[in-house]
């Protein structure tokens, strides 16, 4: 059964381009049945027609509170199989968590448990770091420390700057995410108190880029 998606956002939306590219190349089977923002200037809402489009803000739904709970009606609306944060900025409420708990992703630019949050490729050039990276994981009520199911690693050169190296992370997140997503589609991915698995096996370390099962 092909899987459906919906993609929260906040920016201009590179990793959906690459989930819609996928799927219309049929190396993804699933659909993008809505996408999300909390700004509605993202261009991400500009990749799909105007009828998958969804943003509002915490200030127009008066408070974040209000917000997470109209976010997460629109987004139970769509009858999601998957809940997938794609650059999405904004913190998730334990309500909205708690909803689609075990069905919600994020994509996260570093190494996790390395640098949770924001600045990433600049911590990580300030710590001297000789690779960095980006996470796949399933989403918790804490920032960025959810069950990690997959990574993938790139060189830290030198002579980088937090754009070089935040572009060299970019060209692996998109595989990345498609690599998990085809996973998550064929019914193979769950998580299960915590802990991520692969084919019901719980994955002790993240599946690595080059060598995750497809």
């Known amino acids: 059964m092909t899987a459906r998606l919906a993609i929260l956002a906040s920016g201009r939306g590179s990793n959906l381009q690459a989930i819609l590219d996928a799927i219309a190349a049929g190396a993804l089977d699933a659909r993008v049945v809505g996408v999300f ?17 969804w943003s509002r803000t915490p200030k127009s739904c008066g408070g974040r509170a209000a917000f997470d709970a109209t976010l997460a009606d629109a987004v139970d609306a769509v009858e999601p ?14 309500d909205f968590v708690r909803r689609f708990h075990g069905r919600l992703l994020n994509i996260h630019p570093s190494l996790l448990p390395l640098y949770k949050g ?24 804490e920032l960025d420390a959810g069950a990690v199911i997959a990574q993938a690693r790139v060189p830290v050169r030198a002579g980088d700057d937090a754009d070089a190296l935040a572009a060299r992370v970019l060209s692996v997140e998109h595989p990345l995410l498609l690599q998990v997503l085809r996973l998550a589609a064929a019914g193979r991915l769950a998580e299960r108190n915590g802990q991520a698995t692969l084919d019901g096996h719980p994955l002790f370390t993240p599946l690595p880029l080059e060598s995750a099962p497809t």
């Open 118 to 141: 924001l600045h990433t490729h600049q911590r990580a050039l300030e710590a001297g770091d000789a690779e960095h990276g980006a996470s796949v994981h399933f989403v918790t009520a």
């Open 81 to 94: 199989d998957w809940v997938v944060c794609v650059g999405y900025m904004r913190i998730l409420g334990e």
């Open 37 to 53: 923002s909390d700004r509605p200037d993202a261009q991400a809402l500009q990749r799909v027609p105007e009828a998958l489009r």
